[in-house]
Nanobody, 121 residues
Framework: QVQLVESGGGLVQAGGSLRLSCAASGSIFSINTMGWYRQGSGKERELVAVITSGGATNYADSVKGRFTISRDNAKNTLYLQMNSLKPEDTAVYYC???????????????WGQGTQVTVSS
């Protein structure tokens, strides 16, 4: 069984900061790309940022310069530092990991359960 557990969400005022974490556990052999996605009320899920196992990153235009994605490969943990938050950042934030389980031959996507981020104006 593989689990991705997000934490760090909450309520913050506009201009504030939050740091999200996503810990992957279980029978994991290797993790490829990891990423953060978000889904606002009544909206489709969208990419926020992704990071490869080698540390290459890519961001949505809406968060460039404000959010920073990082990972600790030794701990199988993904982070998202969110600064200068805006009300439009309000959403449920999900982490996704493309990983290979110990007994598997292929990589598969796994999702966390999501954590709510609410930014008040």
């Amino acid at each position: 069984q593989v689990q991705l557990v997000e934490s760090g969400g909450g309520l913050v005022q506009a201009g504030g900061s939050l740091r999200l974490s996503c810990a992957a556990s279980g029978s994991i052999f290797s993790i490829n790309t990891m990423g953060w996605y978000r889904q606002g009320s009544g909206k489709e899920r969208e990419l926020v940022a992704v990071i490869t196992s080698g540390g290459a990153t890519n961001y949505a235009d809406s968060v460039k310069g404000r959010f920073t994605i990082s990972r600790d490969n030794a701990k199988n943990t993904l982070y998202l530092q969110m600064n200068s938050l805006k009300p439009e950042d309000t959403a449920v934030y999900y982490c996704k990991a493309n990983l290979r389980r110990s007994w598997a031959l292929q990589f598969t996507d796994y999702w966390g359960q999501g954590t709510q981020v609410t930014v008040s104006s």
